[in-house]
């Protein structure tokens, strides 16, 4: 068996064709086809033909992805084995997401990152208790009084009880979200630290404290009754402040000493937030965490601006509402610095 031109070169394509099928010279020197004679060895660089039949595993694998996806989904149909979106296997029982399971397709959402496995769903009690509390609130307010007809008024029992719980909720919302979004720091556990995050602690839960004594002010309208500091009036502790009987009535119901309890609180709050950035300088701290601390100075000293301006001003309403917008970011600005330094667990 020979090639046409045999002197020349060809190609290893033209001599595998010539192999397969057998070009040969008759007789009178022409070149004809003779019937396929299957060659002993095929070439390993070429690729077989289209009539060629195929594996099945190597039809499987030249499929696109979404191909297999679909065809692993019909054939699981056909076998009865997923039901109800699950995928029962011989090992157990593994959860589908429309059908197919997680890496069977190209499309499939994949959460490489862990966090949609980490969020904890928030409860819906305290949503529904505080959406209570806030109608429970309101009610008082439309109760027609034998003692004043002048402005409807909301208990500051109710509305200190709302505010707190919304508070309360606002606070694990947001302690959840900075647990979830910011990774811990590799802090080292010395006395100092340990200190300063007790203190952290503690003047969280003033400001925490102030926050609600903010509402028996504005339930009684205890800012309109002494628009002088830091005295109250003439004096630094005024006569009226234990009008009431019993003694414990004062606490809730008098506003001169609700206002004095709030003055109280407020310098106690911005004394400790200043003595904990003074402590905190003492200590080696990430760059995010000493700026927490920085930024929970400078909030406390604009809260207390606020509060003595809207004291000054006679409680106008957009500084007032201003006011108590900067007692939840002051809170919130607590609740970061606690959470940059919460200890790693073991």
């Known amino acids: 068996m020979v090639t046409p031109r045999g002197d020349r070169k060809r190609s290893p394509r033209f001599r595998h064709a010539a192999a397969t099928s057998g070009l040969a010279r008759d007789a009178a020197g022409a070149v004809r086809w003779v019937r ?37 989904r019909l054939q699981r149909r056909r076998s009865g084995c997923c039901s109800a979106g699950r995928c029962h296997q011989a090992d157990g029982v593994r959860p589908v997401h429309g059908g197919l399971a997680p890496g069977e397709g190209d499309e499939t959402p994949q959460d490489t990152t862990g966090v949609g496995s980490r969020v904890p769903e928030v409860p819906a009690v305290p949503r529904v208790q505080n959406g209570l509390l806030g109608w429970y609130m309101v009610k008082s307010g439309l109760e027609e009084k034998p003692d004043s007809y002048d402005i ?97 009535r004062n606490i809730f119901e008098n506003p001169t000493t609700v206002q004095f309890d709030h003055r109280i609180l407020g310098t106690a709050s911005v004394t400790a937030v200043t003595a904990l950035y003074l402590f905190s300088r003492k200590i080696s701290l990430p760059h995010r965490t000493r700026m927490a601390v920085t930024s929970l100075l400078a909030v406390a000293w604009m809260q207390v601006g606020l509060g003595i301006s809207t004291l000054l001003l006679y409680v106008p309403t957009p500084l007032a509402a201003t006011h108590q917008s900067g007692s939840l970011a002051l809170l919130s600005v607590a609740l970061w610095l606690m959470s940059e330094l919460r200890r790693i667990p073991k």
């Open 36 to 72: 396929a004679v299957p060659p002993s060895r095929p070439l390993a660089r070429l690729a077989p033909s289209a009539s060629a039949p195929r594996s099945p595993a190597a039809a499987h694998s030249r499929r696109p992805s979404r191909c297999r996806a679909m065809a692993a």
């Open 152 to 248: 409807p008024r909301v208990s500051q029992y109710r509305l200190a009880a709302h505010l707190g719980s919304a508070l309360v909720l606002y606070s694990a919302s947001l302690w959840m979200g900075l647990s979830l979004l910011l990774p811990r720091h590799q802090l080292h556990e010395t006395r100092q630290l340990l200190q300063l995050r007790h203190f952290a602690h503690g003047a969280t839960a003033l400001i925490f404290l102030t926050a609600l004594s903010g509402a028996f002010v504005a339930g009684l309208d205890a800012g309109l009754v002494y628009n002088s500091f830091p005295k109250m009036g003439e004096r630094w502790i005024p006569d009226d402040l234990l009008a009431f009987s019993p003694t414990l």
